[in-house]
């Protein structure tokens, strides 16, 4: 079933009626941060909500497990973009708990990969070309060390200041309740 013909559908409604007006903002985060965490849908509004974010306060960056897999990636990019250039003053790395990546198994991924038409020659060819699949789509074996890993990708960054603090914390998907991993303000008192 097609999605993107509603979608349209409802943006002309959205735009004709002029509801975009109560989510105006700039693009300066208005509390300061900026936000690492997972990609899970449970997340999209009950993590704004358990922290009292409302659109327009934070720099919110998602991906699957909160992962910084590379130091000059993309993520790491607009953790630095959001410092410099956008007045980021703190870091939070926020992972949860029934995370998909925990124990996540590259080799499912990859059957999950073929059975939509991707052959084995693509893949031999990936792997001959120095791209390490078991390793790019690991997952971790316990959330918080994820968070704690993240952390300190993004806190021994070379481009990073260390009067930024970085903070990690685990977020429970039903509840919301927040508990804190990593308190970034130890590290720049």
């Known amino acids: 079933m097609p999605l993107i013909p509603d979608i349209l559908a409802y943006n002309r409604d959205f735009v004709a009626r002029k509801a975009y007006e109560t989510f105006q903002t ?10 690492l965490t997972c990609m899970d849908t449970r997340l999209v509004e009950l993590l704004p909500k358990a922290m009292n974010l409302r659109n327009g306060d934070v720099k919110m960056i998602t991906n699957a497990g909160a992962i910084i897999s590379h130091p000059f990636g993309s993520v790491m990019r607009s953790i ?12 939070a790395v926020i992972g ?6 925990a124990g996540l198994s590259c080799g499912r991924v990859v059957d999950k990969i073929r059975q939509r038409g991707v052959s084995d020659d693509v893949l031999a060819t990936l792997r001959h070309s120095g791209i390490d699949l078991d390793r ?3 997952g971790f074996d316990h959330v918080d060390e994820a968070v704690r890993q993240s952390v300190l990708m993004i806190r021994n960054h070379p481009l990073l200041s260390k009067t930024v603090p970085v903070h990690g914390l685990l977020i429970h998907p039903h509840t919301g309740k927040l508990d804190l991993v990593v ?3 130890e590290r720049t008192a």
């Not at 700039?26 to 936000?35: Q, S, T």
């Not at 630095?80 to 870091?91: D, N």
Request: glycine fraction near 8%.
């Open 96 to 101: 949860h708990h029934d995370c998909g990546m």
């Open 136 to 138: 790019w789509l690991k």
């Open 26 to 35: 700039d693009r300066f985060p208005n509390k300061r941060m900026v936000i």
């Open 80 to 91: 630095i973009v959001a410092v410099y250039e956008l007045g980021a003053q703190e870091v």
């Open 183 to 185: 308190d970034g303000y």
